[in-house]
């Protein structure tokens, strides 16, 4: 079992940088893929990022590619997604989660974080 707490959502205005958080407990944390997903009102879960411990190599939607940085620190158990030159079109909760497999697929993932809101203005 995995558990995964999110943090470091808010309000920023469009251009402004925030950097998500996401903290591990239970199993071998560097056993698992780690994604980020987001979610806007009335649309679908939406891939951002993944990091895959074994080759250290993120990967990143089209969308955010050049903007966003996911890295971790497995001494910590925590994963990061730094997100500079932020956009309204950004706007969602972002989830991390945690999959055996190596997929952008959202059912795929095994374990959720509860999320966390983020805002950009225009």
């Known amino acids: 079992q995995v558990q995964l707490v999110e943090s470091g959502g808010g309000l920023v205005r469009a251009g402004g940088s925030l950097r998500l958080s996401c903290t591990a407990s239970g199993r071998t944390f560097s056993t698992y893929n780690m994604g980020w997903f987001r979610q806007a009102p009335g649309k679908e879960r939406e891939f951002v990022g993944s990091l895959t411990w074994s080759v250290r190599s993120p990967y990143y939607a089209d969308s955010v590619k050049g903007r966003f940085t996911i890295s971790g620190d497995n001494a910590k158990n925590t994963v990061y997604l730094r997100m500079n030159t932020l956009k309204p079109e950004d706007t969602a909760v972002y989830y991390c989660?945690?999959?055996?497999?190596?997929?952008?697929?959202?059912?795929?993932?095994?374990?959720w974080g509860q999320g966390t809101q983020v805002t950009v203005s225009s």
């Open positions: 989660a945690a999959a055996v497999l190596v997929t952008i697929r959202p059912y795929e993932y095994d374990y």
